[in-house]
């Protein structure tokens, strides 16, 4: 097929807005309008310079384009170490959901490192001066955060997947409903017949963790199911949860709610040590939905995050706030689901 005299040779390099405007039949100016103002062009016109746009394949220079809007198109994701209620696998999948949305509304996210405390507060100062970042995601939320008044004082853009666990509410957040997570947990053991389910968590003043300890112990009031004495704190660590797993078997638990799905492979491995099988001896609930919990033999029946919808959401809000910075806050907490698999059979099953 005889190609058109305004199409661009294969050696020509790359499509230019002014070679979209030749073949389109338009100015430049117009080639530019219909990228970033097209309600100043009439409907016919619009259409026909699009089309050139998708047929030639044209790719707008990015750093053209944040000069004449002043946007850089990237939104900041600060990389904080593993801490409890953010495991890897989990921040993984979030991440990946939240890069795939970002990407369809025409942004990318540039990550960076950021420690917890005032230190990683450098990471965003230097994004905002060197790459003039349009917004920030935030996660890893925690009490004492910073992060939240310092962009806030700043007038940037955020949002955070977590709650603001102390002080005062700054911003807008998506988060999942641990406690319903942990509630529905209980319910489901009750249903199976158990009334000894203790609950394996992080330490107190986690937010998270506390959050999730709430949910257990509302279900199991609501039962008239004793917790004294069902309560165990741990790190997310296997060692210090098969530890901390002990005194609740040895106070005769049929059934364990942990925090992660870390602290319940520690339930597994105190049962193993005991020789007696989980599952059978022990129904184990964990949370996160981690690719361990369906590798685990029994299959660990878990708390999933949407992470998906968390990640939709967080790009939503944030491209909301860009564009009206001063309305409302907004807040959005989202219901995780309850996985069954075979490690919460019956009592004595």
Known sequence: MPRSPNSPSPKAGPVTLAMVARRAGVSPQTVSNALNSPDLLRPETLERVRRTIDEMGYRPHRAAQTLRTRSSKLIGYGIRPTAPGTSAPVMDRFLHALSQTADEA???????????????????????????????????????????????????PFVGFGRMWSGRQIGDWVDVDGASGTDAAVEHLVDQGHRKIAFLGWPRGSGVGDDRAEGWQRAMRRH??????????????????????????????????????MLALGCYHALRERRAVPGRDLAVVGFDDSPTASLLSPGLSTVAQPLEAVGRE???????????????PERVLLEPSLVVRDSTPAPGH
């Open 106 to 156: 025409g942004y990318r996210v540039l990550l960076f490192a950021s420690p917890p405390g005032t230190a990683g507060l450098d990471g965003y100062e230097e994004l905002l001066d060197l790459h003039n970042v349009d917004g920030f995601v935030l996660s890893g939320t925690e009490r004492g955060d910073q992060r939240q008044a310092w962009l806030e004082k700043r007038g940037v």
């Open 224 to 261: 008239g199911l004793p917790v004294r004495g069902r309560r165990a704190q741990s790190v997310d660590d296997i060692s210090s949860a098969r530890a901390a797993a002990g005194p609740l078997l040895d106070a005769g638990a049929t059934a364990v709610v942990a925090a992660s799905d």
């Open 314 to 328: 967080c790009v939503r809000l944030l491209l909301a706030r860009m564009s009206e910075p001063g309305a409302p």
